[in-house]
């Protein structure tokens, strides 16, 4: 920590959800001349995977805390989409960080477990190793958001959260920036970054059967609807698999 910075818990965590554009979001954030990240340090930090036995160090608070260098009058913080999925995270994520503002961003969920199993199979194709079927499922679980949520809204307030919503976010980049912005207590930028701007070639991806496909929207269908009255700012029209339900 360089002389008259200071460490202490994130001033904001994003937390979800994986495959969501949740980089892409982050990159455009710390372009902001208010956002200072540790040269060198990673977007996710997956601090708490560690303590998934329940078994946690009484010092875990200040480990976390000392990641978190910035100068007066800066906020810093990290995010990582395994923290809403893994359930011993968020608990102790509220320990650590009572007082940060909460970031999930959220994408049309069959659309989102599409790209999460697509890239799981990549990586044991590169790694020329079999296929977990496990991560298949977990895949799916992700997608599962309402539930995920309801643990968030009860471990920190409504208005320390902000959901956005990836198709939202990728149509009006600038007002949806300026609202992370607000919500993060920072001025909204003069000139968006060119991070946000920049179209990023989307991987080639094999096409979802129709079978599977249905058979998805038929599981996601109760969770999304409970996720719709839970969170009204989620437009369901702008998820083309549930759009019926809008």
């Given amino acids: 920590c360089p002389p008259e910075w200071r460490t202490g818990p994130p001033d904001f965590v994003g937390i979800g959800a994986q495959r969501s554009g949740t980089s892409w979001w982050y990159r455009g954030i710390e372009a902001h001349p208010s956002v200072v990240r540790v040269k060198g340090q990673r ?25 978190f260098p910035r100068p007066p009058g800066a906020i810093s913080g990290e995010w990582t989409p395994r923290y809403m999925h893994d359930f011993w995270s968020l608990p102790l994520l509220r320990d650590a960080a009572p007082d940060a503002r909460v970031l999930v961003i959220l994408r ?100 979802l059967p129709d079978r599977t496909r249905d058979e998805l929207i038929h599981r996601l269908t109760g969770d999304v609807k409970r996720l719709a009255d839970l969170c009204p700012e989620i437009d369901l029209a702008l998820w083309p698999n549930f759009s019926h339900l809008a």
């Fill in 108 to 207: 049309d969920p069959v659309e989102r477990y599409h790209s999460g199993a697509t890239r799981i199979v990549r990586l044991a194709e590169e790694a020329e190793r079999p296929l977990r079927m496990i991560e298949i499922t977990d895949a799916l679980w992700r997608s599962f958001y309402c539930e995920q949520l309801e643990r968030v809204f009860e471990l920190y307030p409504r208005d320390r959260v902000l959901v956005l919503q990836f198709e939202r976010c990728r149509t009006d980049p600038e007002g949806q920036m300026a609202a992370t912005c607000r919500f993060l207590g920072l001025d909204p930028f003069d000139e968006l970054p060119g991070q946000l701007l920049r179209e990023r070639s989307p991987r080639d991806k094999p096409t």
């Fill in 43 to 67: 977007k996710e930090l997956h601090y708490f995977n560690r303590f998934w036995s329940g078994e946690v160090p009484p010092d875990f608070v200040q480990s976390y805390a000392s990641l």
